[in-house]
């Protein structure tokens, strides 16, 4: 589901290239690597328009995971996870929101700058959650990282098949 919402996300991020063009992971990155990209990370500036990608899309495939997002949120092991759980209450809040919206078309100004507030929130907190998952694919899943290389959401030229 992250890897699809960062796709998402991207449609809505102004600076996205920018960010993207620093998170082509690989076998060669280092622990120092991905401590640099967490640090460039936190500054970066996310530019969220709602108005700018497909948010119609998000709703659709948001609100299809709203069970998916509550057996999560059952389940004791992944509240232990203080980022994982503000992401995940992100991700729910983002959810409802759009949920309560008979449609995403025509909404009134605030609501598009209330909804870009609540896709940047999540977006900050999954892309962190993301670079820490692939350092821990890297260290104690190889063959997972491998999967998740070819299947980075932010290469543009990623693909699943092994060259």
């Not at 992250?2 to 998402?8: A, I, M, N």
């Not at 991905?34 to 500036?45: A, C, G, P, S």
Request: aromatic residues 12%; without cysteine.
């Amino acid at each position: 589901m992250g890897t699809d919402l960062l796709k998402f996300f991207a449609g809505f991020d102004k600076n996205a290239e920018q960010m993207a063009e620093h998170l082509i992971v690989d076998n060669e990155w280092s622990p120092e690597h991905f401590t640099q990209m967490q640090v460039m990370l936190q500054k970066h500036r996310y530019k969220i328009d709602s108005r700018t990608g497909d948010l119609q899309g998000l709703q659709s495939f948001i609100v299809g995971k709203r069970a998916f997002l509550l057996r999560l949120l059952e389940n004791p092991n992944l509240l232990e996870h203080e980022f994982f759980t503000e992401l995940l209450w992100a991700v729910f809040h983002l959810a409802e929101e759009l949920s309560h919206r008979a449609t995403v078309k025509d909404l009134p100004e605030s609501d598009y700058d209330h909804l870009s507030g609540d896709i940047r929130r999540v977006h900050r907190l999954l892309v962190r959650e993301w670079l820490s998952h692939m350092e821990h694919l890297k260290i104690d899943y190889p063959y997972l990282f491998s999967l998740a290389v070819r299947t980075n959401p932010f290469d543009p030229n990623a693909s699943v098949e092994v060259e």
